[in-house]
């Protein structure tokens, strides 16, 4: 039997780890399109604390909770959905409302957890897999034999790309911000600590000046001008966030156009939910296979209990993580 109340973390005001909160709720109802899951792990992410923080609020008539990706149990389903059952080991996407103890997923949006994946683990993959498959494999058309550079290198998004491009055949590199890091993902790229190296000159040395193809950049203006030197003719610039700053002065047009360069960006709150769905029965096909195998699974950086929330939010703040932060719910 469900319980009828469960506990939620609140946002009460812009501002740091301080201002999450606990409250209790009603558990949500599900809609005829969406499954409830008992949530048993939720991951959080760099637009959890842009939230937090006030810059990027949750779209109108959406859910003010934080938490975006969730994994579980399903516990009900709504009348019109058919690919789940109760007692289904789920992972999800979730359109907000993942730091709870329940919450509701569009059906569209969930996978299934293949045999031995950890909830941990399966927590850890709807955000970043969703954005990475989106953005690199989609909008960014990556290939086998093609060359990545990744920069955050050692965020959750960064290792996915890296984990996702060693799986599917693609050479790559990454920027990352320390010497520990480096090493951290010197089994996945070729990483370069962009404090005491120039990535534009490593990367012409190691390529003898024939750069990259796809560029994967949450990183924004203060890297514009090198990213359009390391990029081949045909190659793309996808953005994802712009962390460093989002005006760039100075764009040289004439190399985009001499070079047939796309760049382009996206965030994954504004995608609807087809486009969602496209996404994810993308990674059903091609990915799960490989987590099923034990490839292509999260780095798992450090997890916290429920109750630890703040703790949660204030390792995401240092950048100092390694992969993913996960909060275990059960």
Known sequence: MIATSMQQVIITEPGGVEKLAYETVSIPEVNAD??????????????????????????????PVPGLEVAGEIVAVGDTVTQFKVGDQVCGLTNGGGY???CVVPESQTLTIPQGVSFVQAAAIPETFFTVWANVFQM??????ETLL???GTSG????????????????????????????ISHLTDAINYKTQNFEQVINEKTENGGVDIILDMVGAPYLEQNLNLLRRDGRLVYIAFLGGAKAKDVK??????????????????????????????LQTQVAPLWAKGECLPMIYQTFKFDQIQAAHACMDTG???GKVVVEVL
């Open 253 to 282: 047009l004439g190399q985009i156009m001499m070079k047939r360069l796309t760049v382009t960006g996206s965030t994954m709150r504004a995608r609807t939910t087809a486009e969602k769905a496209e996404i994810a029965q993308g």
């Open 100 to 102: 709870a103890e329940y």
């Open 150 to 152: 990744v920069h955050g």
């Open 34 to 63: 969406e499954v409830l899951v008992k949530v048993h792990a939720f991951g959080i992410n760099r637009p959890d604390i842009l939230q937090r923080q006030g810059l990027y609020p949750m779209p109108k008539g959406v859910t």
């Open 157 to 184: 998004i960064g290792t996915t790309a890296l984990m996702l491009a060693k799986s599917l055949g693609l050479k790559s590199f990454a920027t990352v911000g320390s010497n520990e890091k480096v090493e951290a």
């Open 140 to 145: 960014g058309k990556a290939k086998t034999g």
């Open 320 to 322: 100092e993580h390694i």
